[in-house]
């Protein structure tokens, strides 16, 4: 990282403010000092780089899961839980390429606290993905339209909730199936039946005569 690593883990957390801001404004280019601050939390263990995070980001991660007044610090702790769980120090610098994923997946986690909240106050019943708003994981600006345009059409073709839920977090996230299974076991009882539900996504698209004609425009 260059010479983010000299620099001390108030600074960064005032710097990574900075660059939060200034890319909520205008998706401006990471700088690299929130990820920094989250690599320093995951990789090396630092415990004042995770007090750090869990003050910047709770109120964040409080919107998120949008849980009742006395239980929203609760949620927020299982949402950090969640992410400590799937992210280790062997991973993570080669699973996340910028701050945009690690927030993406960040998200993600608070995704699964609330259709945990969800089921629980249903007493275990059903529950869509529309009465729970999937998170928004924008693409970079360069692949945007090209993904707009690709999504619109796929998207309908989904069949189900757990198809929907597969695409997103398999295709669009980059989680492998474990993960999914390890995040979200009240949708899926093992990796065999999200592999499953990827096989037959994967083969319903590669036989769809409008994407091949589509692929073979982009090439």
């Known amino acids: 990282m260059g010479k983010l690593n000299e620099i001390s883990i108030q600074e960064l957390a005032s710097l990574c403010r900075e660059e939060s801001s200034r890319y909520q404004r205008c998706r401006c280019e990471e700088l690299g000092y929130c990820f920094e601050l989250f690599r320093r939390a995951i990789v090396e263990r630092d415990q004042e780089a995770w007090s750090v995070l869990y003050c910047q980001y709770r109120s964040l991660i409080a919107g998120w899961v949008i849980g009742s007044c006395d239980r929203v610090d609760e949620e927020v702790n299982q949402v950090w839980t969640k992410f400590w769980k799937s992210v280790g120090p062997d991973t993570f610098v080669s699973r996340f390429s910028g701050i945009g994923?690690?927030?993406?997946?960040?998200?993600?986690?608070?995704y699964s606290v609330r259709i945990d909240e969800h089921r629980r106050e249903k007493a275990?019943?059903?529950?869509s993905l529309e009465e729970v708003d999937l998170p928004d994981h924008s693409p970079p600006r360069?692949?945007?339209?090209?993904l707009e345009e690709l999504l619109k059409y796929i998207e309908p073709r989904?069949?189900?909730e757990q198809e929907q839920l597969v695409f997103h977090l398999s295709f669009q996230v980059g989680l492998k199936p474990r993960e999914i299974v390890q995040n979200y076991s009240n949708q899926f009882s093992d990796v065999k039946e999200v592999m499953r539900i990827k096989e037959r996504i994967v083969w319903r698209l590669a036989n769809d005569s409008w994407l091949q004609t589509w692929w073979k425009g982009q090439n």
Not at 124 to 127: F, H, K, M, S, T
């Open 158 to 160: 989904l069949q189900n």
């Open 101 to 110: 994923k690690v927030m993406a997946f960040l998200k993600l986690c608070a």
């Open 124 to 127: 275990g019943g059903v529950i």
């Open 142 to 146: 360069e692949e945007s339209l090209l």
